[in-house]
């Protein structure tokens, strides 16, 4: 290995030597240099490119010529960033970009994420003591593309000021010091405790994405995010299996929720036998049915009802009807109904009817859940179906039950279907095609609820050794 080189200093950008990194999957070797007094880097594969590197840096400070604090390059060979460009203005951008082709989700969720980074890339100076304020005013009209074609409220104009004031030019937001900083914001809650590391993933996804977006417009050369050495909290996708109910305790349940309200008792049972997701069932039209009057019938989904808000809604409801998940604008998928649900959606459409359109699940009112008229016909609302569903567990289930993870939400019953067909020998290709999943997602997910694995494959390791007996 060549000896080190000795540290060079021009003007304010000093250099230093090569460091040489074995790791398990080869040497990497990076470059350091500082400029005014603030780090920087850039690894590379072999000693070779890391030398031409430093080199080209080398004779360009030599030449005078200035170099930037923030991206650490020389002026003309940055990417462009335009210093009065701020990240404020640039996460703004980054929106209306996005706005047009995301759903309602991802516009709220988006919205979500930026806020919390944009509250972290700000100067040293002092927040307003109403944070929430700020929150306020960047969440619902900074971030929301649709809002913010119209003039802000009066009431929004002293924080958004503060903001704009006192956002971090684009360019120092590429310094790793500044988005470590803002990684670390996004994985504490509002209270400094340790949050979800789901909302860490997606957070951290939604800033990834905005600094790409300015690597299209030449504000920087790569995404400065590859360069900070941070990584979010380990997740898992398996299910709990804990949550997973046997038939019996299915039983019990939906009997509790016929109980409780009878005209939402199918919806449950869509979720079980079907392994719909919530918002597939919400969906469901009469016209998606055929119902046999004896054996097993055909459901053909063709979509998905999301509730995020009006603020996020094309339009400006509540709610709004999407492609199902994963799936092309006009994709299906066909699942087939047990005769136990066929009886059940039959009992449903001939005792309690159909809203607006054919929906099987809408408001209601009275003990004989009437569908309200328009306009005031709605599909059924989730909150509606939590409340129902708790007073069903507490009815159905022990405390000791009820205080455990076993069936907490409505879409735990999906999880049951699905860990119920695996079980029961069906093809993981045939469960996957039902599900609306991949075979890699649906194993990866439901591997640990597949019941008999392990006693069948000790009883081949057994079969195996049985000459040592």
Known sequence: MAAPRKRVEIADVRFRAIRAYAGARGTTYTVRWTVAGRDHQRTFSTRKLADVFRSELLVTARAGRDFSRESGMPREASAGTDPDVSWYSH??????????HASPRHRKGLAEALTDVSLALVDQAPKPRDVSALRHALYSWSFNARARAEPAPPELDSPLRWIEAHSLPLGQVGDARTLRAALDAISRKRDGSPAAASTIRRKRSALHSALQFAVELEHFDTNPMHRVSWRPPQTTDAVDRRVVVNPEQAQTLLTAVGEIMPAIEAFFACLYFAGLRPSEAVNLRISDFQLPDRGWGRLLLSGSYQVSGAAWTRSGTSGEEQALKHRATKDTRVVPVHPTLAAMLARQIETFGTGQGGRLFVTRTGKAGVPLSPPYSNPLAMNTVYRIWTRARKSALSPEQFSSPLA???????????????????????????AGHSVNVLLRVYATCIDGEHEAALSRIEAALTRFE
């Open 91 to 100: 996460a703004c951008e980054f929106v209306d970009y996005k706005w047009s």
């Open 408 to 434: 907490r939400r409505p879409y735990d019953l999906r999880h049951a279907c699905l860990s119920t067909w695996l079980n029961a020998g069906v093809p993981a290709t045939q469960v996957a095609e039902w």
